[in-house]
């Protein structure tokens, strides 16, 4: 169940800041998968996940950030909702 927030709290993360309401979010898609991912989209987004998920990453979490799989993990490793 708390999986499914997760996700739904991070596609309108992603719809919001790369401005795209079609994103549909899998574990595989990396920065490839949306043209409008740069290095200042990726650091805003990572601005707001932290916002939203009340969670503080680290720069070298940050840096190991493959696909939003190991984001959704990461994120549920430091919730305590």
Do not use: C, P, Y
Request: glycine content about 2%.
């Amino acid at each position: 169940m708390q999986v499914e927030t997760h996700i739904e709290k991070l596609t309108t993360i992603f719809r919001e800041v790369f401005d795209d309401q079609s994103i549909v979010l899998n574990d595989e898609m990396t920065a490839n998968d949306i043209g409008s991912w740069d290095s200042l989209s990726h650091m805003l987004m990572i601005n707001q996940v932290e916002n939203v998920f009340s969670i503080k990453f680290s720069l070298r979490e940050i840096n190991k950030l493959k696909n939003v799989g190991v984001l959704i993990r990461l994120i549920e490793s430091k919730s305590t909702n």
